[in-house]
Each structure stands twice: as structure tokens, then as C-alpha cells.
């Protein structure tokens, strides 16, 4: 069965599509040094090209020399290859050629078990994440500053000022690559300057944000498969991708640069796998299934662990900011709180005013918890309330839509919310949520950049807000207020 004949691999920087695998693989260790060498090259051009996105080039996209000699080791002391993870403990690898001494930590190292390797690898990897990069030279402007750090960190600063929301447009995100159909993802990696998109032309892209040239870092062509939503995982080292009519889904391992596609989950009776959400304690995904239907499934073991319905069909899912609780609205405007671990129905409250519940989104910091509707409105609620009364009342309701709000994103300071439709250009708007008003200047009135948004997202610290949109563009905005990226 020659599954993985459906997957173009990654492109080559002149856009000729890779070799499709399988294994066993074939490299040119001369050819591939030359194109990583153009890489560097093309990112040096920014600047002191940042480490930890150099890594993570490194060890998720096979163009780079540890990954491609570690499957060369595999093809040569894997009697099968198709076996590896069966002779992963087994199988030694030298540790003094010179693409990998740096990950020797003493002489009798010389030779590691591929499996301690994966795991050393894997190590420096969240360690170079966590890390500081050096990020490009700034404008002389002050206020153009672009980002000087990054990591799992809130920015400390003065509160948001209401009102005008200083910031500025930057090239798109994906003007490497510009999609040639509708976006459907755009996605800042949970802790590197990377930013994902996909969409109806069967692509996952990844691009270095720098606001200036925003360089491609890699892209994968899924064929015959348009991409309704691509997501990283928790940890960043991996991407999930669903389509509007499969049942299977993709797994591209990000580690192993390795795509896979999952043709069965244990457990899971639906006719396809389409709207998902990644579990904040990682290791799991929520799939959204037909009749009311959620369902838990581990990544590890593509099984379905537990099962939870509300009355009608799904419209949204958001967690608590301590994982442990989920919110699901039905279509019918009601809204369902479960206790994550025992799946049990804790709270439900009719969204006020609701007659087609479209999307909900929670907080980062616990506080609010917005609904959207299919008549635009978007009701901001305590979280509490939610979680504690029968009839809680919004906060606010937010009426600055006229068409279905389909999407809604906080920001993880919980100081903005965004919120737009994907059936009306320019129905975006950003939410200052301490004043609970909207911001005057976004979108500029001007000239039309915004088109219809089916995706937003923040990063990581809110230096950078971008949204995907039906031209196949990822419009990118610096936030000057806030420092980090």
C-alpha cells in the first residue's frame, strides 16, 4: 500500500518538489550541505542569524546534515528499514563525524545508540527554544523596534492603552509563498520566530518572522489533500493537518522531518476528521465529531481515550487556562463546561441572545470567555460566571460584525481579543478587552488588506498579530506596544 506516494515532500529552494520517499533514502551529503549553505546565507541576511531558529531548521527539516546523516546511519545499519523503531536501541551511530561532535558532551561518546541520540537531540532543542536569540538589525525608529527576545514569558509592561492600538503593517508573513487559493491557518510556533500556514492548495508553510522579509523556511504539498486546519503541537515538534472530507489526517514530524499520514484512530466513529483542537497539556488532540460528538485522542497511540456529547452540533471548543475544563458551544447557542479528566458536564448556560452559536474562545489568563454568533454579535462573559452560573450575563456585547463571527483569538496577555467573518471583506476588528471597546484604527478604511479572514492568531508575546484570508495572503502587524516577540 503506497500511502506515502500521496505526500510531495518539501521543495527545494528553486520550487522543484523533493524526491518522494520511501525508504530507503538515497542523499547527496555534498548537494544537501550546498543548499543548507544557501540557507544560512539567505538568513544571514537579516542579521546574526538567530539560533534557536537554526536549529530548529536543524532538527525539523531534512535538508540539514545531522537529520540527513542520521537516516543515511539508519539505512546502513537498519537491516529493514521499514523496521526502524525496532532496531532504534540497537543500531550505533558515530558521534565523530563533523556534523554531529557538537552533540558529544565527552570522548566516551564516541559512538551513541540512535534512540540516545534522538533524545540528546531532542534536549537541545527545547534548550536552544527556551534560549535568546539575536534578532535583526532595527530601524532607527524606536518604535519599529523589532523583537529582542523570546521564550515561554509574559512581556513586562505598562498596561494597554485603550483607544488608538499602536502598530504597524509589515510585509505578509507568506510573501515568499504566497498561497494560491484560500488560507484557512496562519499559527505562530508556541515558542520560536516561526509562523505556519496552509490552506486550500494542499500546502504547510513555514516561514522566519522578522516583519521585514519574513524568509520561507520550508514547505510541504500534501496531494489531493486541501487543508482545513493545520496546527503545531504543543511542544512545536510537530504539525497536524486535517482536510474537510478524510477520515485520515497528517502528522508531519517536525524532529524526524518526517511526514505520516493516520489512516485509522482506534476507537473513533466518524466519517471524517476535520475540526480539532490541540490539548494545552500536550500529547492529546479534541476532535470534534458529528452529533454533538467530542472526542479525546492521545497522539501516541492514534486512540480515542474518552468521549464526551452535548445536545446538537459543535460550533467551537475552548480549554481553561489550567487545562482542566473545556467550553463547547452548540449551534443552537448553549454552552457546555466539562471537567477534562472525567468528562463529566459541569456547567451549561444559553449564550444570551444566541440563535446559531459560530466560535468561542477562553482567556489565556482565566478571566473572560467570548461567544461568538452567526449573527455577528460576540458576547464577552466572566469566566467564572460561566463556570459557577446557570444564567450568567456578558460582560459586553460586541456588535461591530454583521456577519457571522467565525473567528475569535485572545492574546496571551488577555489584553486583546480578535475577532472577524470570513463572509464579509474587511470584518475584522480588535477588541481592548480591560475597557471592553473596540479599537478605533484596525482596519484601516483606507484600502482593503484584511479581505476575508478565516484564521487569526497572536505570538508568542504578542509582538507580532497576523490572519489568514481568502486572497492566500498572511497579512502580518507589528504591535508596538508590547516588546517580546
Not at 530548529?56 to 535538508?63: H, M, P, Q, R
Not at 546523516?69 to 537498519?78: A, G, N, P, T, Y
Not at 541520540?117 to 534548550?127: G, H, N, S, T, V
Request: hydrophobic letters at 35%; charged letters at 25%.
Amino acid at each position: 500500500m503506497e500511502d506515502v506516494n500521496l505526500i510531495k515532500l518539501p521543495e527545494d529552494e528553486d520550487g522543484t518538489p523533493a524526491t518522494k520517499r520511501p525508504r530507503p533514502l538515497t542523499f547527496d551529503p555534498e548537494s544537501e550541505e550546498e543548499k543548507r549553505q544557501k540557507n544560512v546565507k539567505r538568513l544571514a541576511m537579516l542579521g546574526e542569524t538567530d539560533g534557536s531558529v537554526k536549529l530548529l531548521e536543524e532538527l525539523v527539516f531534512g535538508a540539514e546534515d545531522e537529520l540527513l546523516e542520521r537516516l543515511v546511519e539508519e539505512v546502513k545499519f537498519s537491516p529493514d528499514p521499514v523496521q526502524k523503531s525496532d532496531n532504534l536501541t540497537f543500531s550505533q551511530v558515530d558521534m565523530r563525524h563533523r556534523y554531529r561532535r557538537n552533540l558529544m558532551k565527552g570522548d566516551a561518546e564516541s559512538t551513541m545508540s540512535k534512540q540516545k541520540l534522538q533524545q540528546r537531540m531532542r534536549e537541545q532543542f527545547q534548550k536552544a527554544m527556551g534560549g535568546t536569540p539575536s534578532w535583526a538589525e532595527s530601524d532607527d525608529d524606536d518604535e519599529d523596534d523589532l523583537l529582542r527576545r523570546t521564550g515561554n514569558f509574559v512581556a513586562s509592561s505598562e498596561s494597554l492603552p485603550s483607544g488608538i492600538l499602536r502598530m504597524k503593517k509589515c510585509l505578509h508573513a507568506n510573501s515568499c509563498r504566497s498561497s494560491e487559493d484560500r488560507l484557512t491557518t496562519v499559527q505562530f510556533h508556541p515558542s520560536a520566530q516561526v509562523i505556519l500556514t496552509a490552506g486550500l492548495d494542499q500546502s504547510v508553510c513555514l516561514f522566519q518572522v522578522d516583519g521585514k522579509t519574513n524568509p520561507k523556511i520550508q514547505s510541504i504539498h500534501l496531494e489531493r489533500f486541501p487543508i482545513h486546519k493545520a496546527q503545531f503541537s504543543r511542544d512545536g515538534e510537530t504539525v497536524i493537518a486535517t482536510s474537510f472530507r478524510n477520515k485520515m489526517f497528517y502528522l508531519y514530524d517536525m524532529m524526524e522531518g518526517r511526514v505520516s499520514p493516520v489512516h485509522t484512530v482506534r476507537g473513533l466513529n466518524e466519517a471524517r476528521v476535520k475540526e480539532f483542537s490541540v490539548c494545552p497539556e500536550g500529547g492529546a488532540l479534541l476532535l470534534t465529531g458529528s452529533r454533538g460528538y467530542l472526542h479525546l485522542l492521545t497522539l501516541k497511540t492514534k486512540e480515542v481515550v474518552r468521549s464526551m456529547k452535548i445536545n446538537g452540533d459543535v460550533s467551537g471548543v475552548a480549554f481553561s487556562a489550567d487545562s482542566s475544563k473545556i467550553f463547547a458551544n452548540s449551534e443552537e447557542g448553549e454552552v457546555y463546561v466539562f471537567d477534562l479528566r472525567s468528562s463529566r458536564c459541569m456547567n451549561k448556560f444559553s449564550d444570551d441572545g444566541c440563535v446559531r452559536a459560530s466560535s468561542i474562545a477562553a482567556a489565556p489568563n482565566g478571566q473572560y470567555l467570548a461567544c461568538g454568533s452567526q449573527s455577528g454579535v460576540v458576547n464577552i462573559y466572566s469566566q467564572e460566571a460561566c463556570l459557577n452560573s446557570a444564567n450568567p450575563k456578558p460582560l459586553k456585547a460586541v456588535m461591530n460584525l454583521l456577519t457571522s463571527a467565525t473567528s475569535l483569538a485572545f492574546n496571551p496577555s488577555s489584553e486583546i481579543l480578535a475577532i472577524a467573518s470570513r463572509d464579509e471583506d474587511e470584518a475584522a476588528r480588535l477588541v481592548h478587552m480591560p475597557s471592553l471597546t473596540v479599537f478605533s484604527n484596525f482596519p484601516v478604511a483606507k484600502n482593503k488588506f484584511v479581505y476575508r479572514t478565516s484564521c487569526l492568531d497572536f505570538s508568542p508575546n504578542s509582538g507580532f498579530f497576523s490572519l489568514a484570508n481568502n486572497k492566500g495572503h498572511a497579512p502580518l502587524f507589528r504591535l508596538l506596544h508590547y516588546k517580546d516577540f
